[in-house]
């Protein structure tokens, strides 16, 4: 067996070479992106008005602006018009959010710092506040100038970076190609979801899982299953390493005699890379690519908790094509006794404390066939191989899957 370090590095290290495609924004939400964006002209491109009110002068020789002036408003300013210049300097012009800074003028009063009236046909604003020079102005270019970067490659988009790529005009985007994934779940115990099982059979979950875990990354994924039959198994395998980039099984792996996964995929070319981890849950775990530079596969442990343990630890990172995180930690809440010599995938309720630490809370399951207790689970704690003691108030790597 090998350590979970090495396991990750190897499947790490066959990462496949990065294909693009340049599709519409629209369609580029939870995609990577594969090309720097910059900004095509300052943010904001003008000074712009932050607050409904008046826009007034502060000009050089003249005393500034104070509370009780009572200054007459030329004009209306609104967002999208072309900026109004200011004729008089004791005058004032109306401006609206959003709007471009008339010329002429230095600060914005809002409404509820004034008094608007009607008289003559004029409109009048007597200021509350005495202002000051540049109040309720966003100036040009303080947020970013033309020329710089806003979104670099390897950028997960979302919302928010869609906002960013329409202003500065980006209709389309080139961004990675998802791989095509299908998920196998192998098993003649296996029965479809809305099949009644038989007391000795039970219905697929593990399937439907790793499907809603790729959508959740932002991965389409196909279904399908497989019994335990070695023909069956080599013959539609055959035909799915020929039409998909990246192959998850769940079962078969292990060393029970229907275990045929790993003896089939060397039949049809798959290169295996590692087998079996010195890790709890999920020992059995088996990762290897076809020959030539065909697909790669991964053959997750049938227990629903190594599925999931394998799948959030190795697949997902390998899966994962935008820029790395940095390593998350959590901090045991209770101490924890485990005296094999492996790495231990502990799984936990998390909070955060007053501190904004997060605080970690084994959940005592019934073992890796307890996928109900994945329910109050929000990750897993990654104890190290080694010691059998794991006290209360330490820290250590934490692989959250929750959203």
């Not at 219905?203 to 991965?219: E, T």
Request: charged share 20%; hydrophobic share 40%; glycine share 10%.
């Amino acid at each position: 067996m090998i350590q979970v370090s090495e396991a990750l590095s190897i499947v790490l290290s066959h990462r496949p070479v990065i294909v693009t495609e340049e599709i519409p924004l629209i369609q580029a939400i939870g995609r990577v992106l594969a090309e720097p964006v910059l900004a095509d002209r300052d943010f904001p491109p003008f000074d712009r008005v932050t607050m409904d009110g008046i826009a007034l002068a502060f000009t050089e020789g003249l005393p500034a602006p104070i509370a009780g002036e009572v200054l007459l408003i030329e004009s209306t300013q609104y967002a999208g018009e072309k900026p109004h210049q200011l004729t008089l300097a004791a005058n004032a012009i109306e401006v609206m959010t959003g709007a471009v800074l008339p010329i002429g003028t230095h600060a914005v009063l809002r409404y509820e710092d004034l008094d608007v009236t009607e008289r003559d046909g004029q409109r009048w604003a007597a200021l509350r506040i005495s202002p000051e020079s540049g109040q309720n102005i966003h100036r040009r270019g303080e947020d970013r100038r033309a020329g710089n970067l806003l979104l670099p490659v390897g950028t997960r988009l979302s919302p928010a970076e869609i906002a960013v790529a329409a202003s500065v005009g980006r209709a389309t985007l080139r961004v990675q190609t998802n791989p095509r994934v299908a998920v196998i779940s192998t098993g003649d115990e296996l029965v479809a979801v809305q099949e009644t099982p038989q007391p000795y059979q039970i219905r697929r979950s593990n399937g439907p899982m790793l499907v809603a875990a790729l959508a959740q990354a932002g991965l389409n994924a196909e279904e399908f299953h497989l019994t335990d039959n070695r023909a069956e198994l080599k013959n539609h395998l055959h035909d799915l390493l020929g039409k998909y980039d990246v192959l998850l099984l769940s079962g078969g792996v292990s060393a029970g005699k229907k275990d045929f996964v790993p003896d089939v995929l060397a039949e049809l070319g798959v290169e295996k890379h590692l087998h079996q981890i010195a890790q709890r849950p999920g020992k059995p775990f088996w990762f290897g690519t076809k020959s030539g530079g065909g697909a790669a596969v991964f053959a997750l442990p049938g227990n629903p908790v190594s599925t999931f343990l394998c799948y959030q630890k190795y697949v997902v990172p390998f899966l994962k094509t935008g820029k790395n995180q940095p390593e998350r930690r959590a901090i045991l809440t209770e101490t924890v006794t485990f005296k094999p010599n492996l790495t231990y995938f502990v799984p936990v309720a998390t909070q955060l404390d007053e501190q904004g630490r997060l605080l970690a809370r084994p959940l005592r399951g019934s073992g890796s066939g307890d996928f109900a207790n994945l329910l109050d689970c929000d990750g897993f704690l990654e104890l190290p191989a080694g010691p059998d003691e794991f006290v209360a108030g330490e820290a250590f790597g934490y692989l959250g899957f929750r959203v």
